[in-house]
Structures are given as C-alpha cells and as structure tokens.
C-alpha cells in the first residue's frame, strides 16, 4: 500500500489516514451501501460508463438517494493525478454508503447525505497467472438473493476467498440449485461441446462488466456463447474453465478442488478471448 496516499471523502481531497468515518456510518453498522471497482490501463479507464450505470443500479437496489455521478469521473481523474497513477495500471475504489444516522433498522427519517469514500491504488498485473492458469473451488452459494446489487455486505465472499486461499486456490465459485452461478468476485465461463457457458443475468449474479466484454467479444471472434446455466454435474465434460473480472481479465481455470480441467494448461478459448481483450485494451 502507498504511503500518504490521497483519497476522496465525502467532497474533499485528504491523505487516508486523516480519514474519520462515522461510527454510525451505515456502511459500517449495516453493510448499507455499495462499491464499485474501476480498472485504469496508464490512465485509462476501462468501461467507465458501464461501471456508472451498474452504480446506478447499485444506489436504485438499495434506494439510495445519490445525485452527483457527474463529477464521479473527474474526480477518478484527480485521484489518479494526485496518486501519479497517470501512467501505470490502477484500480480506483468507489463507495457510497446511506450514511449517518442513529442505529435503526429502518432507513433514517430525515433524508441524509450519502457517505462518499474513493480511493486509486496501483494494480498489479495478474498476467503471470493468466499464463499460467488458477485453481478455485466450488461450494454452495451462501449468499442473499440480490446478488446483482454490488454491495459492500461481501461476508460470504469473504469467507468463500478465504476457504480459496486455504486450498492454495485464488477463487470459490458459488453453486445455487445444482448450477454454478459466479465466483466471490469473478464471474464463470465453462466450454461444453464448443459453446462457452455462463450464468445468465439475473439477481443471482452480478452483471459483471467483464463477462459483458467477453459476451461481446466471443461473436467477433468467432467463439459461440450461451447465457446458460452450468450444471454442477456436467462440470466434469469442461474442455475449459475461466473466471473473469476487472482485476482478474481473463484467468483460465486448470485445475478445480482436486480435477484437472482438459490437460491443466490454459484452453484455445481463453488464449483467444486473452488475446481479444488486449487488443481492445491497446485501444484505449
Ligand atoms: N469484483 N461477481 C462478483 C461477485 C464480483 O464481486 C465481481 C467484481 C465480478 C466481476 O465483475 P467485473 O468484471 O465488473 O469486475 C463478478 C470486484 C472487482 C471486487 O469485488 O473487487
């Protein structure tokens, strides 16, 4: 983590350790708010807009009242300015909580402001291991209902990445009613027969802005794709696995608990949509 970094509090620009949130912060005292993840590629962001319009969706979710997404953007760009992120790969941090108001269950009487933190942090590059390939999990899917809603109440994601990292596996991927859903904080692709499958957009998976970009992809290149569930049972006839998210870009899964998946080295599909991807990121 940076020393001194400056983030942004609720309309002020301040170093983070001199950051001081409300103990009756809702986020704090309810998970009552949401989060988004931005990746920026020396400086530019990818797929701001769609980002924008899940937050909406997000702040809608929980009936949040929040006005000010015009000068989300600017202020993503004096983050990355004031961090000298400008010309390296960074993920910018957004979060919106209800925000302060005595404990209760219900939402505060009187309207309050929204809680507002962002942070911009360097993001590593994970293309060593998108090379290579990963390990995850499968493990039922312990979470609420609403999972499209991108909440900061991320317990069983936590919990999930944990019993991951245990198993020398970087993800969990959820099972719901005998079919895989998404990962903690990626969403899953598995090839059957030459099709790629994946979870269809419902309120069981966020709508991962990544799983878009592949969806989009895969025609142009060839690649058929179904938003259709992946049966539990037929993980097993896999010729390929990936999971997919702004951190993670296209990680080809080899290996899942103790199978291999195909041979256990990364898939023509992934290499494919890999290749894809960073094509439409030298774009940027
Ligand atoms: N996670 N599903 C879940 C549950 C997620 O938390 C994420 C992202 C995704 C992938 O979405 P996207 O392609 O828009 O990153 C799917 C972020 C990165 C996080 O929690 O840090």
């Known amino acids: 983590m940076m020393k001194n970094s400056m983030v942004f509090f609720n309309g002020d620009y301040l170093k983070k350790e001199d950051v001081r949130i409300s103990p009756e912060d809702r986020g704090f005292l309810f998970g009552d708010g949401v989060y988004e993840v931005i990746k920026t590629y020396n400086g530019k962001m ?7 319009s899940r937050l909406k969706n997000s702040l809608n979710g929980l009936e949040i009242q929040f006005e000010q997404f015009i ?29 302060v108001a005595k404990r209760s269950h219900c939402f505060p009487e009187e309207p309050v402001t929204p809680t507002v933190y962002m942070m911009a942090n360097p993001c590593p590059s994970t293309r060593k291991e998108q090379e290579k390939g990963v390990k995850i999990l499968f493990k039922p899917d312990i979470r609420w209902a609403r999972c499209d809603i991108k909440s900061v109440a991320l317990v069983p994601n936590v919990l999930a990445t944990q019993q ?10 959820f099972i719901r009613d005998g079919a895989v859903t998404e990962g903690a904080s990626s969403n899953f692709f598995a090839l059957l027969d030459n099709v790629l499958y994946t979870y269809p957009q419902s309120h069981y998976i966020l709508s991962g802005i990544t799983r878009k ?7 142009k290149i060839g690649i058929k794709v179904k938003e259709y569930p992946v049966l539990e049972s037929h993980l097993d006839k896999a010729d390929e696995m990936m999971i997919v998210s702004t951190i993670n870009e296209i990680m080809p899964v080899i290996q899942y608990d103790d199978k291999k998946v195909g041979n256990a080295t990364p898939g023509p599909v992934a290499r494919k949509l890999q290749q894809a991807l960073r094509e439409k990121l030298s774009m940027l």
């Not at 990818?46 to 924008?52: G, I, N, S, T």
């Not at 953007?73 to 010309?87: G, M, W």
Request: with cysteine; charged share 30%.
């Open 71 to 99: 000068e989300l953007e600017s202020i993503c760009r004096n983050l990355l300015n004031k961090n000298e992120l400008s010309d390296q790969d960074a993920a910018i941090y957004i979060e919106i909580t209800r925000g």
């Open 46 to 52: 990818f797929e701001f807009e769609a980002h924008l």
């Open 213 to 219: 970009v592949v969806l989009e992809l895969c025609p």
């Open 164 to 173: 991951a990292k245990q198993k020398n596996a970087v993800e969990t991927v």
